[in-house]
């Protein structure tokens, strides 16, 4: 694991789940703090996004896949 997840808190709100999250990307050294979403099975937000994010791909997916699997998405 390249990264280290945090869930702070969510909320769930009919099929949406909105998420605080915090990440640290070892490779590059820093924390990260966004709230992300769930809008039915997709995740949504900058951290995790393929262009946006300012994380490591290695640790985009690696957050990606463990916000899927906590939140059974």
């Not at 937000?45 to 059974?72: A, M, W």
Request: proline residues 1%; neutral net charge; contains cysteine.
């Amino acid at each position: 694991m390249k990264c280290h997840i945090t869930v702070t808190d969510f909320v769930e709100k009919n099929t949406a789940i909105y998420v605080q999250v915090t990440v640290y990307d070892e490779q590059k050294n820093q924390w990260y703090q966004e709230e992300l979403r769930f809008l039915d099975e997709r995740l949504y937000g900058d951290l995790v996004h393929v262009k946006k994010s300012p994380l490591t791909e290695q640790c985009r997916l690696e957050t990606i896949t463990y916000l899927k699997k906590y939140f059974n998405r």
